[in-house]
Every structure is written in C-alpha cells, then in structure tokens.
C-alpha cells in the first residue's frame, strides 16, 4: 500500500461508519418520538369529539328553535285573521249605527 492509502484509509473507514451508524434511529428513540406525537394525536382527538358533540347539541337545538318559530308563526297569522275579522265586524257595527 501506499503511504497515501495509508493515511486515507483510516478517514474512509470512519467516514463510512459514521454515516452508516449516524442515520439508524434506535428503537427507543423512535418509541419515544411516536409517544410524544400519539399523546398529542389523542389530545386533539378528545378536543375534537367534545367540539362535535357540542356542534350536534347546537344544531339540536336550533331546530328545536326553528320548529317553535314556525310554530309561532303560524300562531300569530291565525291571530292576525281573528283581528282582522274583528276590524271589520266592528267597522260594519259603527257604519250601522247612527250618527247623532
């Protein structure tokens, strides 16, 4: 070999063993990171079940209203004909009656 090989040689063997060792994640370590990320994957599942339960009682409950606004709507024109109709029966009661 060489006196250059030589010298070389030691750099190329550490350098492969570097960047053969120094991409490999050991188990624990990749454990570690998927709990972190699954606790806050959990988290933000349970922040998102509690806000569509709250969504569907909302909507739950803006039908509800919706259906009582109907309702009285509807309440309120069959009130509006019954006025209506006693308007006009008391207008044909004052045409009637004499004047002084």
Known sequence: MS???????PVVVILTASLG???????????????????????LEAQLQATDATAKQALTEAQAASGQAQNNGQRLDQLNGRVDGIEQRMQQAQAKRPRN
């Open 21 to 43: 060792l120094g991409g490999c994640a050991t188990k624990g370590f990749v454990r570690e990171q998927v709990a972190v990320v699954s606790q806050r994957v959990d988290a």
């Open 3 to 9: 006196p250059s090989l030589k010298k070389l040689a």
